[in-house]
Each structure stands twice: as C-alpha cells, then as structure tokens.
C-alpha cells in the first residue's frame, strides 16, 4: 500500500529538515518545493495529499501558489496548510481566502501538525482514496541462480522480467547480483555512469522515494538495480552486507513494495551475500544445461540446499536449450538428478547471440519468435504460482 504523499513548500532549510524527518517518522512519503513557484509545479506533477505550504517565499509567496494550485485543479481538491509566522487574524484569514483549508503557526509541535494533518485527511477522504486507487503489488522475490557458467541465466533472468512485465502488465525490477562481473549493462546496452547496488546498500537512509532515483527505467519495460560498475566498488556491498546484513535486507524489503516481481540475477558463489538472497527469495530458479558438468553441479546445488535446510518446493530447475543435442535427454537428466525438471525454455542460438550483440533482448526485438514464445509460457507459470498460491503477508 502506498505511502500518502505529502509536499512541503518552504524555503527554509531548517523548517525542511524538521518537517521531512517528522513526516517520515509517521510513515508519510515526503517531497520538498523551496519556492511557490517550484510548489505549483510539484503538484501538478506528484499529485500529493497534502500540501504544507509556508507564506513568506520567493518567486512566488503562499498566498500566490495556493491560489494558483486550486485553479489548476480537475475536481481533486488537496487539502493545504498555510505555515504563518505569527497569530495574525488578517494573516489567516487571507490564507483562507487564497484557497487553504488550515494553518499553524511556526514553530510548532510536530505532534499538532501531525494531528492536524489527519483531521484534514479524514475529512477530504484523500488518503483513503488514494489507499483505494493504489495497485497493492505481489511482492515476490525470485532468484535466478546458474549451475554453471555459460548455461545463460541472465538472458533467462532479462527476458522473463521483461515478458512478466510486457506480456502479463505486472510491474517488475531486476536485480543484477553479480557484483564483480554483472552483465546486466552489456546486454541492455548501458554506460558504466548510471547509479547501482553500491548506491544503494551505502546509503544510510534508504527509503522507497530515494530508490526510485537508483534504479535505471529501461525502455524495455523493467526497473533495474544494477551491479556496481568495476570489481572494486562489488567489494564494498559485500563488506557492506557483511557487518549490516539489514542493509540488503531493506533494499529488498523495498523492492518488494514497489513492484510485483522482483528478479534476482545470481553470481555462481555461495558467499554471504548470495546466502541471504536465498533465505529471503520466494523462489529459486537454478538455471542447467542437459550436459554431464553441468547436471554434476546440479546436484552439488540441490545437495547444499537441502543441507541449508530449504525446502524442496523454493528450488525450481529451468533447463535451458531443452532441445540442443547433448546427448542426454530430459528423462535421463531427471533419472541422474533424481527429480523432475520443473521448467523448459528451447534452444534458438540464432535468436539468442543476435539479441546479445545488438543490446536488445529478444523479448523486446522479436516476442513472437520461438524463444520469445517459451519465455513467455515460462512467465506464465511463474505468475500462475504466485498468482494462486496464498503466500504469507510481509511486512
């Protein structure tokens, strides 16, 4: 459920601070305009709640901007609360004149902001619309782990955010966590300047309005939490994860939020930092070929995993290229592992290395082709088991 979102308009730096802190204390999501004019403009655009609106600013005064806001409004009347700096009648009631529903007079005790600004609140039904109209997200959490290297768990990983986000509407993020050698960047065609995990795991007050500025928008469809631009900056999240776990721990909690899927792209190592990915997965995806190295380090996974006390059901085999020659078919791959393969995705080389050389994923480049079609059906069931399975409720 979304935060209800309120704006701050004041110039002043100290007001500012006070006030994003106390809000945020409360649960709000906070958004700050240092001028009127800056405020007009914010509210057209974010659409907020509530708006604090301080009188005495440059470019534009209170008076001016709150006036100018309630003529732009389409019907969808927010409520706003004039910050004056004295108990002036004539202050008041030119506030009210202007279009404001309130006032309180600086300085104020938080706890009477913060209860006037409920009352506003329950009065307008403004949050609780807001509460009504807001898609509540799955939440799920998938990892995408390759039993070896080369058997393609990114371009799966990339391709099945893109056909859950494109094909089935849902709103989806891609974790790229192979620190030191993410591929994410290559495949999608993306410069070494754009924020990443770094960003966010040292960022000491990470919250759902700062990760939005991390992750990257793709035009393909996806959000994307990249992986750190250089082998020397990957050290830092690992260290970082390794003396605060809790910082990984709400960068996923928040993720979770904000998107249906989350999908986790997976270095091969079983560190601390992949460890925790596993224990707070929904799912784990380990990604194999039909060939003998290959299906040995299957069972060296699903041997560790059950050591780790995971149950059976939270790790699903995909086999990719299912119908490359290998000689080693299906019923003999799943007669060596000793259980079934749970998913199937076809071989297309043609398809799949031109997708890789031209930074376009093939599920963006050509949907409807015969990889496209198996990414899309694999989608299809990962969304029908969370889509009908009653998973607990997180926090």
Known sequence: MAATKVLVVDDDLNIQRVLVFTLKQEGYEVHVASDGQAGVEMA???????????VAMPKLDGYAATQQIRAAEDGRKVPIIMLTAEADVEQRVKGLRAGADDDIVKPFHPLELIARIKALLARSGGGQQRKVAEKVTMGRLAC?????????????????????????????????????????????????????????????????????????NHHVGIDLLLAPPNPEQADIVVERQRTDPGTLSNILSLMR??????????????????????????????????????LKNVRLVLETMDSLGYERGKIQLVLNRSNAYTGINVDNAESALGRKIDYQIINEYRGAISALNSGEPFMSSRPDGPLGQSVSKFAREIDAIFANEALPARA
């Open 144 to 216: 995408f782990y390759g039993a070896k290297g080369g058997v393609g768990t990114t371009t799966i990983a990339i391709n099945t955010a893109i056909a859950l986000a494109t094909r089935l509407k849902r709103g989806t993020a891609l974790i790229d966590a192979n620190l030191q050698f993410g591929d994410e960047r290559v495949f999608l065609d993306l410069g070494l300047d754009t924020a990443s995990m770094v960003n966010a795991i040292t960022e000491p007050d990470l919250d759902a309005e700062l990760l939005k500025k991390l992750v990257v």
């Open 257 to 294: 939020k904000a998107y249906d899927y989350t999908l986790v792209d997976m270095a091969k190592s079983l560190d601390d930092f992949n460890l925790q990915l596993f224990d707070e997965a929904d799912l784990i995806f380990v990604v194999m070929t039909a060939d003998l190295s290959c």
């Open 44 to 54: 057209a655009s974010i659409r907020p709640d509530v708006i604090l609106m301080d």
